[in-house]
């Protein structure tokens, strides 16, 4: 069965650029988590889609949004970067949200 | 404001011996532990679960759970060179606001040397 999928795995934008990174989940998971990892702040949780609903959300400003397809693929978009976007952005996708969560291999984004 | 806390580490220990990593969370309704494991440049990989008080083994690995401790470990027996990477140890609260949220902690970096 494949893996959780994120593209593209590399990105460098500038500072008030907009990104959209996308995660295709594992066949049959309906939920998708994303986080954000950093040398600093480590794992941190952005937002949780289950059925193409907002069902949990972190402590993030709202630059940081999200959404589900019907397909259960998700994508986050990130508007007006900032130096302190720079990191690696994960996914993770899971049955129902409920129980343990297997991630993609990431989006590295640098924000110059 | 809700923690998970790991022992800093960095953890070096000799090759065949045991290598163990601890972690305490804040809040009591937690129900739901992780131990993840992130090679240098990937992304973190799940290598045990546990739900319940005591201990769950998986081949060299063994989780243990003491909720009234609030306390989560993972061993890893006859500790391998191809073992060293960060741990991330991770845990998911009762409820509704625990949909697909884990927190974790900052994560304990294990090197075996030969």
């Known amino acids: 069965k494949a893996g959780v999928t994120q593209t593209p795995r590399y990105l460098i934008k500038t500072r008030g650029q907009q990104v959209t990174l996308s995660c295709s989940p594992i066949?049959?998971?309906?939920?998708v988590s994303w986080y954000q990892q950093t040398p600093g702040q480590g794992l941190q949780f952005l937002f949780e889609?289950?059925?193409?609903?907002?069902?949990n959300k972190g402590n993030f400003p709202g630059r940081f949004s999200g959404r589900q397809f019907s397909n259960s693929r998700s994508e986050m978009n990130v508007s007006t970067l900032e130096l302190g976007d720079s990191a690696l952005y994960l996914c993770?996708?899971?049955?129902?949200?409920?129980?343990?969560?297997?991630f993609g291999p990431g989006t590295r984004l640098t924000v110059l | 404001q809700k923690e998970v806390e790991q022992n800093s580490g960095p953890l070096s220990v000799p090759e065949g011996a045991i290598a163990s990593l601890n972690c305490t969370y804040s809040?009591?309704?937690?129900?739901?532990f992780f131990w993840y494991r992130q090679y240098s440049g990937k992304s973190p990989e799940l290598i045990m679960s546990?739900?319940?008080?005591g201990d769950k083994e998986d081949g060299r690995f063994t989780a243990q759970l003491n909720k009234a401790s609030q306390y989560v470990s993972l061993l890893i027996r006859d500790s391998q060179p191809s073992d060293s990477a960060t741990y991330l140890c991770?845990?998911?609260?009762?409820?509704?606001?625990?949909?697909?949220?884990?927190?974790f902690g900052q994560g304990t970096i294990l090197t075996v040397h030969p």
């Open positions: 993770a996708s899971s049955w129902g949200g409920e129980i343990q969560e297997f």
């Open positions: 889609y289950f059925s193409e609903t907002q069902r």
């Open positions: 809040d009591r309704g937690s129900q739901s």
């Open positions: 066949s049959g998971h309906r939920s």
């Open positions: 546990i739900y319940s008080n």
């Open positions: 991770a845990v998911r609260d009762a409820g509704g606001t625990s949909y697909g949220k884990l927190t």
